[in-house]
């Protein structure tokens, strides 16, 4: 089957300033093979005076993702919610929904555990976690599971010896399992957060609410491979963008704030430099 690439590709490896409705609109469909994206969370901040975040531009934006991603395209959904009078929203649990609704695949939800907190609420626990949602269009195409979780069993015989059952109900000795020294982590990530942690990147400080960059990178690694498209619809200040090109992967941003993209922009001309890439 051909497919027109050629609107998608006006976008790569740049940054945008617009707002991503419009621009996804753009691009050709199936064209993207991973978003790593966390949009802005109910309206706890003023981003911008030009657009207006509700559900209803969050379903266009959904929509236009599900279009835009490759068969076993996967987008990383990042998003937490607010608390208001003692009520949480819950608008994480309703996008999450209708991604189901317009036909995603909801592959896992990965618990963000965030090492920094904010203060302490008299009457509520602490609040450490956003969601992660690992959505794909139909089964996800890469999957690279992360193998860094100390086996606690590692080179140890622990489970006896292994047997077979034969056809003819005997049983078949195997020999001994030993356990790796590594496994597979557990759908629970941990990342230090907060200025000074997420980056040692000073200038992307100057945006509000940035990815720590080994989160990004941990996506990255689990969900594409070398030379595939890895899109930020809410970019900010451009931390997908930077891990992408550090691990040899196409990227697009799109931000509909102008200041915004120039953070992002510096950025990415800093990582070009040490990685001697160029745009
Ligand atoms: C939670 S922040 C993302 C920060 C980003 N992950 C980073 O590491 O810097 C959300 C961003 O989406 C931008 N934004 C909000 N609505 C948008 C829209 N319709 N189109 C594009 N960007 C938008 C905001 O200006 C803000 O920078």
Known sequence: MFNHTENTNKYLNKVTNGNCKEVLAEFDANTIDLVITSPPYD?????????????KSFQEIAKQLFRVMKPGGVVVWVVGDKVDKGNKSLTSFRQALYFQEIGFNMFDVIIYEKAGSGPPHKNRYFNTYEYMF???KGQPKTINLLKDKQNKWANCATY????KREKDGTLTDKGRKIVNE??????????????GFATKDEIAYQHPAIFPEKLVQDHILSWSNEGDIILDPFGGSGTVAKKAIELKRQWISIEI??????????????????TKLSL
């Open 43 to 55: 309206d706890l901040r003023d981003y911008t005076k030009e657009a207006k975040w509700n559900y």
């Open 257 to 274: 704030s102008k200041e915004y993209c120039e953070i992002a922009e510096k950025r990415i001309k800093s990582v070009l430099c040490t």
């Open 134 to 136: 690992v959505l794909s």
């Open 160 to 163: 006896g010896n292994v047997t």
């Open 182 to 195: 590594m496994g597979v982590r557990t759908n629970i990530w941990k990342y230090t957060n907060g200025k």
